[in-house]
């Protein structure tokens, strides 16, 4: 992708590459898009590196995101609903989501909280901040969900077998 310039039309909600942190962007600012991948941002706002989340992607003159999920008023947390918000989110480096890389190791649903196992294709990762922070804000999008907590844990380390074979096959790793 070719980096180009955009400024932000409104304050936009983003977070620090690589720690996560959550910034917000002046309405105003001028950015240089540095990646697109599953519909997130990365950017360089001030020499600094931040990442806009899609489905807020208007607010920097981008096309958003829909992600959208049907509450059945049940008032209860559905995890196929939480599997296809973490389909929506992509390796920053690799075109394959996560549950389909192999990274979510479990999901715990106790009422309306969610607690993520997931680990990382390596311990070392830099961008295991933001990929955490991604799977947080995401997940809070479900219906009923109050509170999302994600578990890092790197036992059973993650190995390529653990991608389905179709994310093997986009990556070149069937073999």
Known sequence: MEKRMVVSQ??????????????IIPAGSFLTINQALG??????????MVRVDGTDAALIGLESEEIS??????????????????????????PVNL????????????DKNVIIRMTLTAPTCGMGP???????YRVAKVPNVESVKVQLIFDPPWHKDMMTD?????????F
């Open 69 to 94: 999920f049907e509450d059945s008023g049940d008032g209860v947390v559905h995890e196929e609903q939480i599997r296809q918000a973490l389909k929506t989110i992509f390796d920053p480096e690799l």
């Open 99 to 110: 549950l389909d890389l192999g990274l979510i190791y479990g999901i715990d649903i106790d």
């Open 166 to 174: 179709e994310a093997q096959l986009e990556t070149g790793l069937f």
């Open 130 to 136: 933001v990929l955490i922070s991604d799977v947080e």
């Open 39 to 48: 519909g997130n941002y990365t950017l360089t706002l001030n020499g600094n």
């Open 10 to 23: 409104q304050d936009c909600p983003a977070r620090r590459v690589p720690s996560g942190q959550p910034t």
